[in-house]
């Protein structure tokens, strides 16, 4: 099964190979799809009728606001993405752990306190 962080990278980049890039690559994109829905969310709430409205005029601002929020969350200026690798980095030290064959941390105190 691919793990989710690994959608968009193919086996033989070195993001697929390190599970801290990722970690960062998936709280991007993350982060790109908030603002979307955040920006999205803004420009509907509009106050008055704009006389050179259409649907070409709608999918233009959708694709800049699609660029924007691509550009915000690379700068970011919102730090999401920075409060999810916090979050999860954890665990994914913890992945990378066992992946190389080490022991963690827990079953090493387990196996001490057998008599």
Known sequence: MTSPLAIG??????????PRAQL?????????VFLRQMIGSMRQ?????????????D????MADGQLADSMS?????????MLIAQ?????GGQAQA?????????????GAQS
């Not at 709430?45 to 005029?57: E, I, R, V």
């Open 74 to 82: 690379h700068q970011g200026a919102f730090g999401i993405a920075q």
């Open 88 to 92: 999860f980095e954890h665990q994914v």
């Open 99 to 111: 992946a190389a064959g080490a022991a963690p941390p827990a079953a090493a105190t387990s196996n």
């Open 9 to 18: 990278h193919t086996a033989t980049s070195p993001a697929a190979q390190d």
């Open 45 to 57: 709430a509009k106050l008055a009728d704009d006389p050179l409205d259409s649907s070409a005029t």
């Open 59 to 62: 999918q233009f601002r959708e």
């Open 24 to 32: 960062r690559a998936a709280a991007q994109q993350f982060e790109a």
